[in-house]
Each structure stands twice: as structure tokens, then as C-alpha cells.
């Protein structure tokens, strides 16, 4: 058992560091250069090579990915230039709403298909039972946003539009404009 424990944690290393390799070269092969939006467009050719020297873009390509993958072993998720801030500062004041979202997500999640799995049992090999394992297959094979705007359609109310997820608790379900 602890073999096979350790395999897996070597093959999730494997995985992870192949993950951050191919994420590096996509982002090292766009054409664009980063210095040059950074710096804007009137800056000299100065402050751009400036700028090159502060991030390291000068380096050669493994300089660059070994600097990337030991920032992010230190937990440095690096610098949103657009939003002039710190990427795991972002990320961290985002993750409440997330997470409120995700709880609120799984329990309804398992308040329908709970629903649905006892009706289905109770009623089995008769027609409630067949068009709800149809309606759970469509559910689980479609992609999550075509179900979201479904929802959102659905679900939608007053005439401001689309309510935040805290106020949709509040609305009454199917309203029309």
C-alpha cells in the first residue's frame, strides 16, 4: 500500500511539473512582447530593455522556467501587471464568494439528485424513472455553462437582470420580465 502511495505522489509531481512546463512554453511562445505592455507605448527602447532586465526576460528560456517553478514553490504566483497587484492577493480576496458559491452549488447538487434518486428508486422500471435517468444523463453530459445560462434564464429576476448569488435566494423562481 505505501508503494503504491508513493507512486501516485510521484506521478502527481510528474503531472504537475508537466503541467507547469506546458502553461510556461504557451505563454513564452506568444509573440507579444511583455516588457513592451508593460511599459506602454510611447516608452523608449530603454525602459523597455529596463523593464526585460526586472523580470528576468532577458534570461535564456530554462533561467526563465526555473525562476517560474521556484516562485511558485514559494508560493509567489507573480504580479498582475493590469490590475497592478499581487496574484495570490487577488485569488485570496476572491475566495470567500467562491467558496459560498461552490457550498451553495453542492447543495443544491445534492438536494436534486438525492430528489431525484428516491423517486426514481421508489418508481422503478416506469416512466418517472426513465425520463429521469434521461434528464440526469442530459444533466451530467452537458457543459456546465450551457446548464448555467439554462439556469440563469430560468431562474432570472426583476428587471435589473441576473441577480448577484445572494439575492437570487430571495427571489421568487421563474419570474418574467
Known sequence: MGGYILRRVFQSVLILIGITFLTFVLLYLI???????????????????????????NLPFYQQ???????????????????????????????????????????CELAIGLTMGLVAALRRNTATDTSLMVLSFVGVSSPQFVIGICCSMSFR???AGSPSAVTALSCTWCCRR
Open 31 to 57: 509573440p507579444a512582447d511583455p516588457a513592451r505592455q508593460i511599459a506602454g507605448r510611447s516608452a523608449t527602447a530603454q525602459t523597455v530593455e529596463n523593464i526585460r532586465e526586472q523580470l528576468g526576460l
Open 65 to 107: 522556467y526555473f525562476r517560474y517553478l521556484t516562485g511558485l514553490l514559494q508560493g509567489d504566483l507573480g504580479r498582475s501587471y493590469l490590475q497592478k497587484t499581487e496574484v495570490g492577493a487577488l485569488i485570496w480576496s476572491r475566495l470567500p464568494a467562491t467558496l459560498l458559491l461552490m457550498v451553495g452549488a453542492i447543495v
Open 157 to 159: 429576476c426583476s428587471s
